[in-house]
């Protein structure tokens, strides 16, 4: 499975940016696509998810100003985000993995390139 994000950038305080996901390869069954970042000297953390069938789940820090989508028929997911803040400054990873987990677990996950996410004060 391999995983090709795409939408980062640099943006304005109360701007938006929207990222982008494509998975290609293997993918079948149930798998949960998701968005994670890791700001410079923290840990990487969960942003949000969204399994196959389109439950999501979102990190606290971002509910009502991100907003989490996927086309199954393209494998790709999408991560709107809005009223964007400096503490959203990361590198944004894109990850599907098998099955329904908000767990990372290197046996069923894959991970995508990095995309820097800049919001400028």
């Known amino acids: 499975v391999q995983l090709q994000a795409s939408g980062g950038g640099l943006v304005q305080a109360g701007g938006s940016l929207r990222l982008s996901c494509a998975a290609s390869?293997?993918?079948?069954?149930?798998?949960?696509m998701g968005w994670y970042r890791q700001a410079p000297g923290k840990q990487r953390e969960l942003v949000a998810t969204?399994?196959?069938?389109?439950?999501?789940y979102y990190a606290d820090s971002v509910k009502g100003r991100f907003t989490i989508s996927r086309d199954n028929a393209k494998n790709t997911v999408y991560l709107q985000m809005d009223s964007l803040k400096p503490e959203d400054t990361a590198v944004y990873y894109c990850?599907?993995?098998?099955?329904?987990?908000?767990?990372?677990?290197?046996?069923?996950?894959?991970w995508g390139q990095g995309t820097q996410v800049t919001v400028s004060s």
């Open positions: 990850n599907l993995r098998r099955g329904y987990s908000y767990t990372e677990d290197p046996r069923y996950d894959y």
């Open positions: 390869g293997s993918i079948f069954g149930i798998n949960t």
């Open positions: 969204i399994i196959s069938g389109g439950r999501t």
